[in-house]
Structure formats: structure tokens, C-alpha cells
């Protein structure tokens, strides 16, 4: 004969395995980590005009996107591309004739930032933090989530501020 009580649980194990099944409904990997496409594509002839014309359509990562431990490697690559977006902005607002200039040293420099601050701390790295020069840029340039800076569909970029530290070189260019 089967209890009552025998039976309840097993439908309360059931209902509990099914609501942390994955059915599709989020982007969270299994571990349940955020969604953070990275590394951003480095700027070319093809997606400057989505760089410039569609930055208000793409993710930016505020702290309440975190959970509030234990995801501090995403919560880097978040502020590396608010960074970046913030200063891809700068560089779409600017002369015409140097925005593709800008917008590729606003990669690297947000990416160089990434990297010191990926160095601070004492854990592993992200893997392209090792390589230098153009090792480097081309280790970021590969295995990208979003080359063509695609938008979200039915996403619009909260208003977030400009963030310090970009220097554009005009010599450079």
C-alpha cells in the first residue's frame, strides 16, 4: 500500500527536478552563469556601421545583471564592454574621417583595460591576457559571439555614463 506521505514527496521531488529543469526559457548556462557575449568583435569596414548606428540595441551590464558573488571573471567582461560601448559612442560622435581609427583604439584600449584588471586579481586570466602585441588582439578577435554587433531584438541600452580614461590618438591613424 502507498502513504500518503510517501506520495507527496515524491511529487514535490518531481515538481521541484522539473522547475530547475532547463526548458530554453534563459540564456543561463547550466551553472546558472550570466549571459555575457564576449570578446567584442574588433572594429572593421564591415560592422562600423553597427557599431556606430546600432550601440543602443546591445547589452550593456549593470550591477543588478549580477548575481552578487561569485561572478566577478563576468562582471569584468561586462564593465569592459560598457566601456567599450561608452567610448565607441565618443568615437561615432567625432570626425567622420577617424571614426574607424577611433572606434579600432577604443577596442584595444578597453581591451588593454580588461587585461590589467584581470592581472589584479588571483585567479586565471582571461586566456588572451597572456599573449602581447598582436598576439593579443588576434587572440581576441577569434571565436567571436557577436562579429557584426548585432543587436537584441527588443532591447534598449539604459542610460549609463560616459566612462573616463580613452585617449584618442589622431597621430595613430
Known amino acids: 500500500m502507498i502513504s500518503i506521505v510517501g506520495l ?37 569596414v564591415k560592422n562600423l556601421a553597427a557599431i556606430c548606428l546600432l550601440g543602443q540595441g ?24 560598457n566601456r567599450m560601448e561608452s567610448w565607441f559612442s565618443l568615437c561615432c560622435r567625432g570626425q567622420e574621417d577617424q571614426i574607424f581609427c577611433c572606434t579600432q583604439q577604443a577596442w584595444k ?15 586565471v586570466a582571461y ?20 562579429p557584426n554587433y548585432d543587436t537584441t531584438p527588443g532591447y534598449t541600452a539604459p542610460p549609463i555614463p560616459e566612462e573616463a580614461g580613452f585617449t584618442f590618438d589622431a597621430n595613430a591613424c
Open 8 to 44: 507527496s514527496g515524491f511529487w514535490i521531488l518531481t515538481l521541484l527536478t522539473l522547475h530547475g529543469a532547463d526548458v530554453g526559457e534563459t540564456k543561463k548556462s547550466s551553472l546558472n552563469e550570466p549571459d555575457v557575449p564576449f570578446p567584442p568583435a574588433f572594429p572593421t
Open 58 to 81: 546591445r547589452p550593456r551590464y549593470l550591477s543588478s545583471f549580477f548575481p552578487n558573488s561569485g561572478v566577478s571573471h563576468f562582471r569584468r567582461r561586462g564593465n569592459a564592454i
Open 109 to 123: 584600449q578597453a581591451l588593454s583595460q580588461f587585461c590589467t584588471e584581470e592581472s589584479s586579481i588571483m585567479t
Open 127 to 146: 586566456v588572451c591576457c597572456a599573449d602581447t602585441g598582436e598576439a593579443r588582439w588576434t587572440c581576441f578577435n577569434s571565436e567571436l559571439p557577436n
